[in-house]
């Protein structure tokens, strides 16, 4: 267990939906990044907060956005869904933004129909 | 842009058996961090064992082990002593740091068996 949890586990959903996925970093982890693992795309950097501020964006959609609260915990927000979005979405969180060791979450699955 | 190769996308290995898994990788910066990652049937991410560019020394853990050549861009794994808990896929993952920003790059994966 890496001390970083996700909810839900699991999200089934229809295309034009919009989801939200939640992640709470480990106790003490400002950093908080997120990323897909899908079966064409393989795992992809999606984005990071560091103490509720973005500090890096990487191949993330436009449909898609994120936040970190003043709690630490982090959202990602999945608009207007589609077949192509069906992929793992993992959160990781380090300690600092400088910490290279990243802790990941046990994924959410999202299957969109 | 960095890029991570893992050219193996299956490999196999007996129990007790030592296995090496292939790694390369492209940038043009000189401080960086490298990483295997393991993905078991569970899906969780678990970090195996990581190398700081700047060291020379080889990182181990326990029965895990990189060969780190920085000049060829290389970063191979060794398991020694393969156990069926090592069933896995296995990640490649590039780190640069800039500034506050960090992210993760990662190879294509390489999916390892160990059998009886």
């Known amino acids: 267990d890496s001390g970083v949890t996700q909810t839900p586990k699991h999200l089934i959903t229809a295309t034009g939906q919009r989801v939200t996925l939640r992640c709470s970093p480990r106790?003490?982890?400002?950093?908080v990044y997120w990323y897909q693992q899908s079966l064409d795309q393989g795992l992809q950097f999606l984005i990071q907060?560091?103490?509720?501020?973005?500090?890096a964006k990487g191949n993330i959609l436009e449909r898609f956005s994120a936040q970190q609260f003043p709690d630490l915990h982090s959202e990602l927000n999945l608009s207007s869904l589609e077949l192509g979005d069906s992929a793992l979405y993992f959160c990781?969180?380090?300690?600092?933004?400088?910490?290279?060791?990243?802790?990941f979450g046990p994924g959410t699955r999202l299957t969109v129909t | 842009a960095q890029t991570v190769t893992q050219s193996q996308p299956e490999m196999s290995v007996q129990e007790a058996e030592t296995v090496t898994l292939s790694c390369t990788y492209d940038?043009?910066?000189?401080?960086?961090?490298l990483f295997w990652y393991k993905q078991p049937p569970s899906r969780q991410m678990i970090l195996v064992i990581r190398?700081?560019?700047?060291?020379?020394q080889n990182a181990t853990e326990n029965r895990f082990s990189v060969n780190f050549q920085k000049a060829a861009k290389s970063f191979s794994l060794k398991i020694s002593d393969s156990q069926l808990g090592d069933t896995a896929m296995y990640f490649c993952?590039?780190?640069?740091?800039?500034?506050?920003?960090?992210?993760?790059?990662f190879g294509t994966g390489t999916r390892l068996q160990v059998t009886l």
């Open positions: 993952a590039f780190m640069k740091l800039a500034g506050t920003a960090s992210k993760l790059t």
């Open positions: 940038t043009s910066e000189n401080n960086y961090y």
């Open positions: 106790s003490g982890d400002l950093s």
């Open positions: 990781a969180s380090s300690v600092t933004a400088h910490t290279y060791e990243q802790y």
């Open positions: 190398q700081e560019a700047y060291k020379q």
């Open positions: 907060y560091y103490n509720g501020e973005e500090r």
